[in-house]
């Protein structure tokens, strides 16, 4: 066997014939590598596909079960409607101040209107019925009627304020949640638009994704996708999404898209900008929440921290003098 290998490997002919093979193979690998990697990408690319398509299904379910859930224009509760319309509410206690604050806390429709001017009615009856029972009847804590009186007039001024200290809040929560998610979203709007599609179609598109992040800010853009859609005038439409969110980085948004339809400006460079200054803004707001963290911390340190500190510190060496007592 050893003798026949040695023979194989000295004929020239064979070896020629072998390096021959060799480099036919070579070359078979060489051409069909190219295609296989081919198939390999594409049904890589494919399983990539069809998992993006599930979650973005998965997405727009859960965002169709909050909207569900809170409809952007509920019918209003016919027992409210009566009790407005009897004592014509809107005229004394309805302003364009509540009906903006109702618009940015993300409560738009005739349902919010009504329960907004019910609620302002029946919060301050409610708690001044209740404090003068608990006051004058249950329990007096030892004060002077007028005193009384005076804490009864306070939790009437307390309801009276209760339903704007709500919307307050709510606005607050919201505009954390857009202003959180904004510059994400304004870099999608920017690749949406050089990449060549149309602002309506852009704006429908970063609805579309941002929705993880901020349903509020999703809710808002398909708004301002909707009113691009029927509004006479674009722009419009542009200062209604400014109004609604109350954010200055949107408002600066908008005045771009107000002067790019007005003047042609050029787009795309106003919203890297923009996008560039809103991701500074976010980050400056990191960084100062960062900053104001020791002054916070060191009430708790002087009063929970340090104490414990001084006595793992000097109770053994009390033990000791006690001892040597």
């Not at 704007?164 to 919201?174: C, D």
């Not at 029927?230 to 908008?254: D, M």
Request: proline letters at 4%; glycine letters at 6%; aromatic letters at 8%.
């Amino acid at each position: 066997m050893l003798d026949l290998i040695t023979t194989r490997l000295v004929d020239s002919q064979f070896m020629l014939m072998l390096l021959v093979a060799v480099a036919a193979a070579a070359t078979v690998l060489s051409l069909a590598m190219p295609l296989l990697e081919g198939n390999m990408l594409g049904k890589r690319m494919k399983n990539v596909a069809t998992e993006r398509e599930k979650l973005r299904a998965r997405e727009r379910d859960r965002l169709n079960r909050q909207k569900d859930k809170a409809s952007l224009r509920p019918e209003p509760k016919e027992y409210m409607r009566r009790i407005v319309d009897r004592f014509k509410l809107g005229d004394w206690l309805g302003t364009e101040t509540a009906k903006k604050q109702l618009s940015m806390a993300g409560y738009r429709g005739q349902q919010a209107e009504i329960g907004f001017l019910f609620f302002r009615l029946v919060t301050p009856i409610g708690l001044f019925l209740f404090t003068l029972f608990y006051v004058f009847v249950v329990k007096d804590f030892g004060q002077p009627v007028i005193v009384r009186i005076g804490i009864v007039i306070a939790a009437a001024y307390i309801g009276i304020k209760a339903p704007e200290i709500f919307l307050s809040n709510q606005i607050a929560k919201r505009q954390a949640s857009m202003r959180q998610a904004f510059p994400d979203a304004l870099d999608l709007l920017l690749i949406c638009v050089e990449s060549g599609m149309s602002i309506e179609l852009a704006f429908r598109k970063v609805s579309t994704e941002i929705g993880g992040q901020s349903v509020a800010l999703a809710e808002e853009f398909a708004l301002c996708t909707a009113e691009l859609s029927y509004l006479t005038e674009r722009r419009q439409a542009y200062e209604n999404l400014a109004r609604r969110t109350g954010l200055e980085g949107v408002k600066s948004v908008s005045t771009a898209l107000i002067q790019a339809e007005r003047y042609g400006t050029p787009l795309g460079s106003a919203l890297r900008t923009l996008a560039q200054e809103s991701r500074d803004q976010r980050m400056n707001a990191a960084e100062k929440k960062a900053a104001a963290l020791p002054p916070k911390l060191t009430v708790p340190m002087i009063l929970f921290f340090l104490p414990v500190l001084f006595v793992v510190i000097l109770t053994p060496a009390l033990v000791q003098v006690f001892k040597w007592k």
